[in-house]
Nanobody, 125 residues
Framework: QVQLVESGGGSVQAGGSLTLSCAAS????????MGWFRQAPGKEREGVAC????????YYADSVKGRFTISQDNTKTTLYLQMNSLKPEDTAMYYC??????????????????WGQGTQVTVSS
């Protein structure tokens, strides 16, 4: 059973930066799609960024391209999301997710089987 634990959320002013981390355990192999999703109150959960752990391919939502960077450590057990130039509209609960299946739409929440508990990011203007 894959377990995901996020950390690093917090409050920051617009234009600031935060780095989220996701500690993963219970992998059975090294081929996973792992992603960051976010959900603001009253809105659908949306994909922010994801990475294919075997090849390193990355995918980003248009709203965060050029500002956010997804990465993994060498052991592939920790996922990061570096968030720069944060905007108030980035305020949301951020979730780490993973799947061992081949994700046809890597930024779709329906592709993912495992989820963390979330970490709150609040950006003030």
């Amino acid at each position: 059973q894959v377990q995901l634990v996020e950390s690093g959320g917090g409050s920051v002013q617009a234009g600031g930066s935060l780095t989220l981390s996701c500690a993963a355990s219970g992998y059975r192999n090294s081929r996973y799609f792992m992603g960051w999703f976010r959900q603001a109150p009253g809105k659908e959960r949306e994909g922010v960024a994801c990475i294919y752990t075997a090849g390193g391919s990355t995918y980003y939502a248009d709203s965060v391209k050029g500002r956010f960077t997804i990465s993994q450590d060498n052991t592939k057990t920790t996922l990061y999301l570096q968030m720069n130039s944060l905007k108030p509209e980035d305020t949301a609960m951020y979730y780490c997710a993973a799947t061992s299946r081949t994700a046809i739409q890597p930024l779709s929440k329906y592709e993912y089987d495992y989820w963390g508990q979330g970490t709150q990011v609040t950006v003030s203007s």
